[in-house]
């Protein structure tokens, strides 16, 4: 009784799409999973230092910041349009703020590589952003959002300098799966953002040319305009294909 009532005092217990609460604790899963075998990385020197502090930081201020907004976020404050829309009536949402770091992170990231152009730079700055808002957006069913994760960065997995920037996100999000897609845990915005923001950095890192980049950044920024007026839910229900990859595993 005094572990459920603490649970409940924390705020980690949250009611999922079939109304049954459920605990979020996907983002530290995924956090704590991904740190420990960024450290493990480094010291066996598989990665540098610099590597390491660079995904180290994006995992502890996005998953961090993901997760006030898991425990203190209010659902009020739906999207872009809600969380602009209070800030307009003077409320600042802890939604507001983790785009705002989110943002922050994304250009301090991004603007510390010299080989960029200003344009890549704001292109690049702009996918990250765009892919942590739509993992996010996703992640309304079980599994939807680290099944995107999974299917977008295999195909990145040809390139032999590219697939150890994912395995430490893989490693705790496999097992953990499990659980999520019994519909026992949720990732949560601190799982969600965390992942799209990771996904996006390491496309950006990853898409040859300025063009082939302008078009997933015109896409992303398409299907956050997109959620604002249609339910991804409803797609993806009357899509076939869309619908068996959502159901796959449930």
Do not use: C
């Not at 066996?44 to 961090?64: C, E, M, P, R």
């Not at 739509?134 to 959002?145: A, K, Q, T, V, Y």
């Amino acid at each position: 009784m005094f572990k459920q009532d603490k649970i409940k005092e924390l705020q980690l217990l949250k009611e999922n799409y079939r109304g049954e609460m459920v605990m979020v604790i996907g983002g530290l899963v995924l956090a704590a999973g991904s740190l420990s075998i960024w450290y493990l990385l480094y010291k066996s020197g598989q990665i540098n230092y610099t590597v390491f502090i660079k995904y180290t930081f994006i995992t502890l201020i996005i998953g961090a910041t993901g997760f006030l907004d898991d425990i203190a976020g209010s659902r009020d404050a739906r999207g872009l349009r809600g969380h602009f829309s209070s800030l307009l009536e003077g409320k600042i949402t802890t939604g507001l703020i983790k785009l705002i770091v989110i943002t922050l992170t994304a250009l301090v990231i991004v603007f510390k590589v010299d080989s960029f152009s200003l344009q890549e730079k704001l292109i690049n700055s702009g996918i990250i952003i765009l892919m942590g808002n739509f993992l996010n957006l996703l992640d309304l069913r079980p599994g939807r959002s680290i099944k995107f994760f999974l299917i977008v960065s295999f195909l990145f997995f040809y390139r032999a300098d590219n697939w150890l920037y994912f395995f430490p996100y893989y490693l705790p999000l496999l097992p953990y799966l499990i659980y999520e897609l019994e519909g026992r845990v949720m990732l949560g915005d601190a799982g969600a953002n965390l992942l799209g923001f990771v996904l996006g950095y390491n496309l950006v890192n990853s898409i040859p040319g300025l063009v082939t980049r302008y078009i997933v950044f015109l896409s992303l920024f398409f299907l956050t305009l997109l959620s604002e007026k249609y339910s991804y839910t409803f797609i993806i229900e009357n899509n076939r294909i869309l619908k068996w990859l959502d159901n796959l595993g449930r």
